[in-house]
């Protein structure tokens, strides 16, 4: 069965452009949720994801935005990069809300 | 109040020796209490995790004692062996948000010498 899969692995971006990351989750799996990891601030939780509906939001900026898509697949958009968004982006995915969640392996963003 | 500490920051253990790692938590809705391990490289891989309707759960050489009063919860890695050197991750979740939103500590990263 094949796990989560993020791509691209590794993005490097100029300050002030836009990224989109997209995350494919396991397959029957429905909830899906995304983590930005740093070494100040640790695993923060951005949102996620259930039946193409947000359903939880973090405390980020309306520069972090997302959506599902019919297939259970994400995509998560950050605009007008800043220095700060250089971080390991995680997505998990679960088959139902609150069960254990499999994570991905991330996709390394660096911003310049 | 939606905070979970963890410690301690860092931890080193000989081969065969049991690693503690704590965490406590400040919100009593939360009702899932997950243990995650994370390689360089690698996304967190799901270890063990407990419900506050039970103290104790085992799986193979990993066990959560949980102490409900306490807000307490603990990781014990039994005959710990090199290849258990990764950062461990508590976490938690509660049913404010049905259980989809985690919150981790800030991880611990344990070595354990051959």
């Known amino acids: 069965k094949a796990g989560v899969t993020q791509t691209p692995r590794y993005l490097i971006k100029t300050r002030g452009q836009q990224v989109t990351l997209s995350c494919s989750p396991i397959?029957?799996?429905?909830?899906v949720s995304w983590y930005q990891q740093t070494p100040g601030q640790g695993l923060q939780f951005l949102f996620e994801?259930?039946?193409?509906?947000?359903?939880n939001k973090g405390n980020f900026p309306g520069r972090f935005s997302g959506r599902q898509f019919s297939n259970s697949r994400s995509e998560m958009n950050v605009s007008t990069l800043e220095l700060g968004d250089s971080a390991l982006y995680l997505c998990?995915?679960?088959?139902?809300?609150?069960?254990?969640?499999?994570f991905g392996s991330g996709t390394r963003l660096t911003v310049v | 109040q939606q905070q979970v500490k963890q410690s301690p920051q860092s931890l080193i253990v000989q081969k065969g020796g049991i690693s503690i790692i704590n965490c406590a938590y400040e919100?009593?809705?939360?009702?899932?209490f997950p243990w995650y391990q994370q390689f360089p490289g690698k996304g967190p891989a799901l270890l063990i995790a407990?419900?506050?309707?039970?103290s104790e759960k085992k799986e193979g050489r990993f066990t959560i004692s949980f102490n409900k009063s306490a807000k307490q919860f603990s990781l014990h890695i039994m005959d710990s062996q090199p290849g258990d050197s990764a950062t461990y991750f508590c976490?938690?979740?509660?049913?404010?948000?049905?259980?989809?939103?985690?919150?981790f500590g800030e991880g611990t990263q344990l070595t354990v010498n051959p």
């Open positions: 407990i419900r506050p309707d039970v």
């Open positions: 919100n009593t809705a939360f009702d899932y």
């Open positions: 397959s029957g799996h429905r909830s």
């Open positions: 976490a938690a979740s509660g049913k404010e948000t049905s259980g989809s939103r985690l919150t």
């Open positions: 994801y259930f039946s193409e509906t947000q359903r």
């Open positions: 998990a995915s679960s088959s139902s809300r609150g069960m254990g969640y499999t």
